[in-house]
């Protein structure tokens, strides 16, 4: 018998890996060419060309008991110290090796950190739309996920409702952008505001309320668009960065967390990161891949790829009549789900098998997500059916 809480978690495991794997049956039946899966954020480009060179060479020219043996839990030193100094350099930040813990990718830094600070019954905040694994993830410490509801007009945060639903047993604050899976950046305006409310919410408990920044899409940003870093704005802000997607290397596993050594009980988090990152079984980030980040760190991937596909993808459904909020990060694009029922919605998009993900999965129904991490051929070959999509609804 497998345990009680596990039961419910294996019965609404995630629809977007169920979707997935319908794409590849799909597949199957009418050939790969006329199957149009917009359901998973596996990245289409290529990791950069630096990445595979420094995997050759480190696996030919370093040593063999350095590349692939234990370390400290946090990581290798001088990995975390090019790390920091990359930061600085792109962030204007003043981080050092002991800020930086290396994880097994976003999954695992979020995993990490709640490991480190929740106690039963300790709430963490959410803005709908959200990354529904985070319900998992807080879960899996016994913490209570409280959900803010979406402001649907901009995406920006809901700051209102925020700020009402913060109480004494606030723990976190998860904040995506950019966010999957709107695409939309939080402007500076949002974050400093963010920010005050926090600041007074933790004077009126005598709380400390950590921020957790996820930001695997940081670098994938368009129209020269500024993300803001918010350990700037708010002291006890955890980034959780990964390199899935700013390097395509999602099966990989490689990520880090910032921890500022301004946030309050900064040397228990770190000890307590450290720990956990031990007994949660992940024991340290993939060495390997530490290594290739030492050498790779400002490598990019080609995000004028996405960008083609954001703008034919984008420009096309507001010609067609859909309603849709232009993408400013990411590769996701969420659009208002026609007749209103998401998951409706979605399944009449698999008569033209096209696979889109209903937003109810986002905490956020009656939208719909299109993950255009895919071939350009893929983007133009989808634009009759949705443009059929549409038309049985007008
Ligand atoms: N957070 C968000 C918002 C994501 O979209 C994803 C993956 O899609 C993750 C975290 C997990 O990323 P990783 O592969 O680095 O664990």
Do not use: W
Request: proline content about 4%.
């Amino acid at each position: 018998m497998i345990s009680e809480k596990m039961v419910g978690l294996v019965q609404n495991s995630s629809i977007i890996r169920a979707m997935f794997e319908e794409g590849k049956k799909m597949a199957d039946i009418y050939g790969e060419e006329n199957v149009f899966d917009f359901s998973i954020g596996n990245p289409s480009v290529e990791p950069p060309v630096e990445v595979k060179e420094a995997i050759i060479d480190i696996i030919t020219n370093e040593s063999p008991n350095l590349v692939h043996g234990y370390m400290n839990n946090s990581g290798y030193e001088d990995v975390r110290d090019v790390v920091a100094k990359h930061i600085n350099k792109t962030q204007g930040t003043a981080f050092a090796t002991e800020n930086i813990v290396m994880t097994v990718g976003a999954a695992g830094g979020l995993n990490v950190i709640f490991k480190a600070l929740l106690n039963k019954g300790d709430e963490v905040m959410v803005f709908a739309p959200y990354f529904g694994e985070y319900r998992s993830y807080v879960n899996n410490y016994d913490g209570v996920l409280v959900e803010i509801s979406p402001n649907t007009v901009d995406f920006q945060p809901n700051l209102d409702e925020f700020k009402e639903k913060i109480t004494a047993k606030t723990k976190a604050v998860i904040v995506n952008t950019p966010n999957n899976p709107t695409g939309v950046v939080y402007s500076e305006e949002t974050i400093c505001k963010l920010a005050m409310i926090l600041e007074d919410k933790q004077k009126e408990f005598g709380t400390s309320i950590y921020l957790i920044s996820d930001e695997p899409y940081r670098e994938l940003v368009y129209d020269g668009i500024e993300v803001p870093y918010l350990t700037k704005y708010y002291k006890n802000t955890v980034v959780g960065y990964s390199y899935s997607k700013s390097l395509s290397l999602p099966g990989e596993r490689i990520g880090y967390l910032v921890l500022p050594k301004e946030m309050d009980d900064f040397a228990n988090i770190v000890a307590a990161v450290n720990v956990a990152n031990r007994i949660l079984g992940y024991v340290n980030a993939p060495s390997l891949m530490q290594r290739v980040i030492a050498r790779c760190v400002d490598a990019k991937v080609d995000v004028e790829s996405y960008n083609r596909n954001r703008e034919v993808l984008y420009n096309k459904l507001m010609e067609f009549g859909y309603d849709c909020i232009k993408p400013q990060g990411t590769f996701y694009l969420f659009v208002k789900a026609f007749g209103g029922d998401d998951i409706a919605f979605a399944n009449a998009a698999k008569k033209y098998n096209i696979l889109i993900v209903p937003g109810t999965s986002f905490g956020c129904p009656g939208y719909c997500r299109i993950a255009y991490c895919v071939d350009h051929s893929k983007v133009v070959g989808a634009l009759d059916g949705f443009e059929k999509l549409a038309k049985e609804y007008q």
